[in-house]
């Protein structure tokens, strides 16, 4: 009577200690525009045009809004583990820049080193009309409520 208790006792647990280790294997993300190297060495400045480029990478990831005109492929891997922060396996930034007739005048490819860690300001900013006060907050659902119903 105790040995398939046992049996089933140790079947169980050898189950969940494979769903424990199956849920910590790392999860890989992708994200971005990924080319290829080869294909961006086939540019050639003063040579291709935006189309071409367009038609060999694909579409940008960014643009540039205003001044010089350039494109931006943005790619990076991550890899996730169970609850940890994601830690970065791969980023890859290429940058083309047209001159204003539309010809490529440069191609560079961004490595990660050198990449500048920009850290964001943590503060808010203020809007006006937002904050109320204690007796604002008391008074103001009076006459709000519908007594017909």
């Given at each position: 009577m105790?040995a398939?208790?046992?049996r089933?006792?140790?079947?169980?647990a050898?189950?969940?200690?494979?769903l424990?280790?199956?849920?910590c294997?790392?999860r890989?993300?992708?994200?971005?525009n990924a080319?290829?190297?080869?294909?961006?060495?086939?540019?050639?400045?003063g040579?291709?045009?935006?189309?071409?480029v367009?038609?060999?990478?694909?579409s940008?990831?960014a643009?540039?809004?205003?001044?010089?005109?350039a494109?931006y492929?943005i790619?990076?891997?991550?890899e996730?583990?169970?609850?940890?922060?994601p830690?970065?396996i791969?980023?890859?930034v290429v940058v083309?820049?047209?001159?204003p007739?539309?010809v490529?005048?440069?191609?560079?490819v961004v490595?990660e080193?050198?990449?500048?860690?920009?850290?964001?300001i943590d503060?808010?900013t203020?809007t006006a009309?937002?904050?109320l006060?204690?007796?604002?907050?008391?008074?103001?659902?009076v006459g709000?409520f519908?007594r017909?119903?």
């Open positions: 105790k398939p208790l046992l089933s006792a140790v079947v169980i050898l189950a969940l200690g494979a424990n280790v199956g849920a294997s790392p890989v993300d992708t994200r971005g080319i290829h190297i080869e294909d961006v060495a086939e540019i050639k400045p040579e291709h045009t935006r189309q071409h367009l038609s060999k990478l694909g940008p990831s643009q540039t809004a205003f001044g010089d005109d494109w492929y790619s990076e891997k991550t996730t583990t169970a609850f940890l922060a830690k970065l791969e980023r890859q083309v820049k047209f001159d007739h539309g490529v005048t440069s191609v560079d490595d080193q050198s990449a500048e860690n920009i850290e964001p503060r808010e203020p009309g937002n904050s006060g204690l007796v604002e907050q008391l008074l103001s659902n709000r519908n017909d119903k």
